[in-house]
């Protein structure tokens, strides 16, 4: 089928079968299209939680799904692609966290939302990248086990009165944006501003002109006077900062910031998930009540 087919066929069958269909950033721009809802992992599990529809479809990676499903047990949540995963999530693993816990007894575990449900339900809270900072200063407790992502919580930490654990991961997609990199780009775009997500390695943060989560990224651009922006996150930011901020000029770094496990789901995944109501995402009942008490933790603070 042809893509804008294809497109109309799923706003029909959505509109048919009372389903909402929320993606990510990152998502492929035909696949944004499509969406009901378009947002990073903060808005994500808001709206996930808000919502009336039966059954929501998400297009993301799969632990922002479980989350769409934890907070709303009693919904059909559907991903179109269920191997669809988070590389930085991966570096978490449960077992492993378990362990450091021990060694780190009086610690507060402040998860980052890219972790599975398993590494949730032993932490004390979640945070995005939107209200890292926040979080980790309202949580009670002077020390911090800070995990996965060792970039987004250094970036944090250098600013916090706390003692903060840093897990030793990262986001493939963001680490390989180094500074060398975007210097190439600002060579020949000298007028640009630096923007970039706290994935980014600590010598890309340091020397930004603003670091922010990707939707702090998408209204940065809507509201600087600035005309063109060399952008260091995910290529599937740049869709809706177009969208936002027609006329402005969008740059990336090389290579290309593209994540393979996002862009894993496609319209035709997307067309055969509403059509045969697959692939259905389920969490064991009692992991979803402890990654619950961290979510709603998150919300808290
Ligand atoms: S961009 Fe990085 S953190 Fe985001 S889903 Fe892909 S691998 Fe995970």
Same mark, same amino acid.
């Given at each position: 089928? @042809? ?36 947002? @990073? ?6 709206? !996930?939680?808000?919502?009336?529809? =039966? ?6 990676? $799969?632990?922002? !799904? ?12 559907? #991903? ?8 930085? !999530? @991966? ?25 599975? /449900?398993?590494?949730? !339900? ?11 900072? *926040?979080?980790? =200063? ?24 706390? *003692? ?21 780009? *600002? ?17 890309? $943060?340091?020397? /930004? @002109?603003?670091?922010?989560? &990707? ?21 599937? &930011? ?36 509403? *059509? ?10 009692? #992991? ?5 008490? /961290? ?7």
């Amino acid at each position: 089928m @042809d893509k804008t087919v294809l497109q109309q066929e799923i706003i029909k069958l959505k509109r048919n079968q009372g389903v909402i269909i929320l993606a990510h950033y990152y998502q492929r721009p035909e696949v944004q299209d499509i969406a009901d809802f378009v947002g @990073d992992s903060l808005e994500l599990s808001r709206k !996930a939680a808000q919502t009336e529809e =039966e059954t929501i479809l998400f297009c993301g990676v $799969t632990f922002m !799904a479980e989350i769409a499903k934890i907070l709303s047990p009693q919904k059909k949540v559907l #991903i179109p692609y269920p191997l669809a995963g988070c590389l930085l !999530a @991966d570096m978490a693993e449960p077992r492993e966290v378990m362990e450091t816990k021990k060694d780190h007894p009086s610690a507060k575990v402040v998860a980052y939302v890219n972790t599975y /449900a398993q590494v949730k !339900a032993l932490s004390d809270t979640i945070c995005t990248s939107a209200n890292a900072r *926040k979080v980790m =200063e309202k949580m009670e407790g002077e020390e911090i086990l800070f995990l996965p992502d060792k970039n987004l919580g250094a970036y944090h930490a250098k600013t916090l009165n706390k *003692k903060v654990v840093l897990w030793n991961g990262h986001c493939p997609v963001h680490q390989r944006i180094t500074w060398e990199s975007i210097e190439r780009v *600002k060579k020949d775009h000298p007028q640009a501003l630096i923007i970039v997500h706290p994935e980014c390695p600590p010598e890309v $943060t340091e020397k /930004a @002109d603003f670091v922010g989560s &990707t939707s702090q990224l998408v209204r940065f651009v809507q509201d600087s006077p600035a005309q063109s922006f060399i952008v260091g996150t995910e290529d599937g &930011t740049l869709h809706q900062m177009k969208k936002k901020s027609p006329g402005k000029t969008f740059l990336l770094p090389f290579p290309l910031p593209l994540c393979d496990q996002m862009k894993m789901i496609t319209l035709e995944r997307v067309y055969r998930s509403l *059509k045969e109501g697959i692939y259905p995402v389920e969490v064991e009942e009692e #992991i979803a009540m402890k990654a619950e008490k /961290a979510i709603t933790r998150m919300f808290e603070l």
